[in-house]
């Protein structure tokens, strides 16, 4: 099974940006449809963006649509997310996960493999 591990969380000002990082280990991330979630302290776990096995579809929840871009290498199986204009409610663990499904998966229990997290902070 693939083993992700992400990167790149921090203290950001509000307005700024990130760039997070998801390296996969273990197995190849182009098998893999991929998304990233976040989960805030007392909630539970959201749905950020999703991308397609080959890249060629994306998917944003529209609280973070026009500001966060997700991509991916295959090449070097990595996973990024980059954001943008950042507020103070992306406050969260950012977790980077694996499915095996096609297409763009949206349903959290389809992602069978999960990174640690990082943490990322907007001060205001």
């Known amino acids: 099974q693939v083993q992700l591990v992400e990167s790149g969380g921090g203290l950001v000002q509000v307005g700024g940006s990130l760039s997070l990082s998801c390296a996969a280990s273990?197995?190849?991330?182009?098998?893999?449809?991929m998304g990233w979630f976040r989960q805030a302290p007392g909630k539970e776990r959201e749905l950020v963006a999703t991308?397609?096995?080959?890249?060629?579809?994306?998917y944003y929840t529209s609280s973070v649509k026009d500001r966060f871009t997700i991509s991916r290498d295959n090449a070097k199986n990595m996973v990024y997310l980059r954001m943008n204009s950042l507020q103070p409610a992306d406050t969260c663990v950012y977790f980077c996960?694996?499915?095996?499904?096609?297409?763009?998966?949206?349903?959290?229990?389809?992602?069978?493999?999960w990174g640690q997290g990082t943490q990322v902070t907007v001060s205001s």
């Open positions: 996960a694996a499915t095996g499904g096609g297409g763009l998966i949206t349903n959290p229990r389809l992602y069978h493999n």
């Open positions: 991308i397609t096995r080959s890249g060629d579809l994306r």
């Open positions: 273990g197995g190849t991330v182009s098998n893999y449809g």
